[in-house]
């Protein structure tokens, strides 16, 4: 398994405000995740994170108002630009392990968003 | 597009007493199928897994058991014990790609 540490654990954001939410990882990943949770709904994924180049973002979800980063194997970053408070959920990182073929993504207790 | 979902919202059991949560799928291309414990404040937790080659897997009380022939998911929690107060997901993949979860069920125990 892997430690997935993400901060902050939560926050409290003033609407039209940006968030940065950092990922770190101690273990070497292939693949690193964003999703979304809104409150009493299941997991939504946002984007893959990719190393080096742009993220891959699902349907529904933008560069603009999601840029994702992620310079390295190991860290990643979620911006939530320009907040709503739509935006109010909780934000997890996931990953898959180095080697591991299709294995279980790994889960962060994610960030806890509230817009106000 | 694909999509997981679940029959039951929320379930509520005896302790002791076995759980079985269940869960359709719908796409028929995904190989790969998984389980996932959710604690209050925590992120969700690896529980079981099974590819499309099985239909049947099992773990430390609990099993998977995979119908693909009704794209149908269920996880059955044996024995089962305050701890296992969760909400529970599955969620389906291809491959090494990314997982699509299911809405999710609240499990609860009665003493």
């Known amino acids: 398994s892997a430690v997935i540490s993400q901060k902050p654990s939560r926050d409290i954001c003033q609407r039209g405000t940006s968030l940065t939410i950092q990922c770190q990882v101690d273990s070497q990943v292939t693949m690193m995740f964003w999703y979304r949770q809104q409150p009493g709904q299941s997991l939504t994924l946002i984007a893959t994170a990719n190393q080096g180049s742009e993220a891959t973002y699902e349907s529904g979800f933008v560069i603009d108002k999601f840029p994702i980063s992620r310079p390295n194997l190991t860290f990643s970053t979620l911006t939530v630009s320009n907040m709503s408070p739509e935006d109010s959920s909780i934000y997890l990182c996931s990953v898959r392990l180095t080697g591991v073929g299709s294995s279980p993504l790994h889960f962060g207790n994610g960030t806890r968003l509230t817009v106000t | ?111």
């Open chain 2, 1 to 111: 597009g694909e999509s997981v979902g679940l029959h039951l919202p929320t379930l509520s059991v005896q302790e002791g007493d076995n759980s079985i949560i269940n869960c359709a799928y719908s796409n028929s291309a995904s190989d790969y199928f998984i389980w996932y414990k959710q604690e209050s404040g925590k992120g969700p937790q690896f529980i079981i897994d099974i590819r499309s080659n099985m239909d049947k897997r099992q773990g430390q009380r609990v099993t998977v058991l995979l119908n693909k022939t009704v794209k149908h998911l269920s996880l059955q929690i044996a024995a089962t014990q305050p701890g296992d107060s969760a909400v529970y997901f599955c969620a389906e993949g291809q491959g090494a790609q990314k997982l699509v979860f299911g809405q999710g069920t609240r499990l609860t125990i009665n003493p």
